[in-house]
């Protein structure tokens, strides 16, 4: 039943497609065997996470997006990931409401997803998500997700390239920009352009790349106790540096879209160089078998013992009757012991 489902997305069906996402979405069971005939279909499109404090323009920014890569041909699937609430809230319905504009255009498919909170939650359903999106077809896929913290670096995770969306404003103190979130930028963009203070917000932006930039600081020595900048000299440049561009767009007028395109397009060749897309893709296939090995042996272990026993444990250990470790040793005891 559901391989006939998944049969119908990999011939173009829309509303197999949107099935097959309501079972992943659900965990329903049907997914994993949806998702079997569809995983050799997939790797072909190129995923990009979009990631930025609430209201930055995520979802305008992701629609004109959308609409640029329309223009050069490409097909486009968007996925808006709410990981902050597990209940369909009002930031997703407004994302509808803003992205209808792209109805009607069977090059685009739009689909909005909260994460249930679940054991693997995000990233899990997220990525089961794509590979359904991918193997239906499309050339590009968005993922916008709300910036929740580690939810953002679990989108870094997922995609190829990753925008971080900043707006100005909000203060030219480097502790604006949250912290970890340039490491795991390959595109910046400074959204609502259209401000005043755009020009401050990108210098900062620019100061804390030249300090903080780990490809950056490989390029600086120290010099009687200075750190100076070495000039590049030309062929001692490493190419396997990536700089993270700042891109200024007014997504609210489309503007700055072809430059951001652009800069997408520029990392799509530099990951493509040297094998680089395959290496990603293999530390991130790393990361997901570990979750999930770890999600389904936590979960199994639980449900073998009795939930009493590890309430006793919780309150032993609160009581400092007994050590964290020793639960742990205790429990896999058990288990084992189960087993047998
Ligand atoms: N002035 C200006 N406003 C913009 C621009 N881009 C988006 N906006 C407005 O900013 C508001 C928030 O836009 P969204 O696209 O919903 O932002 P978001 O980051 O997706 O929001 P959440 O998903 O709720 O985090 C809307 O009122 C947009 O019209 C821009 O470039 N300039
Ligand atoms: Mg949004």
New binding site residues.
Partial sequence: MSHALAEAVLQGSRRALARVLTLIENQTQGADEALATLFPHTGKAWLIGVT??????????VTALAKAFRGRGRTVAILAVDPTSPFTGG?IL??RI?MNDLSGDSGVFIRSMATRGNLGGLSATARDATRALDAAGFDILLI?T??AGQSEVEIARLAYTTLV?EVPGLGDEVQAFKAGILEIADVLVV?????PGADNTVRALRTMLDLGHPNIRATMVMHHGDLLEVAPVSGQIDDALWLPPIVE?????SRGLDALVNAIENHREFLQKAKRREALELRQIEGELYNRLRDLLLQRTLKSLPHDMIVDMLHEIAERRLTPQVAVQSIIAKTNQNHA
């Fill in positions: 930025g404090s609430p209201g930055t323009g995520k979802s305008t920014l930031a407004g994302d803003r916008e709300v910036g969306v959204n609502k352009a259209d401000r767009t007014v997504a609210s007028e």
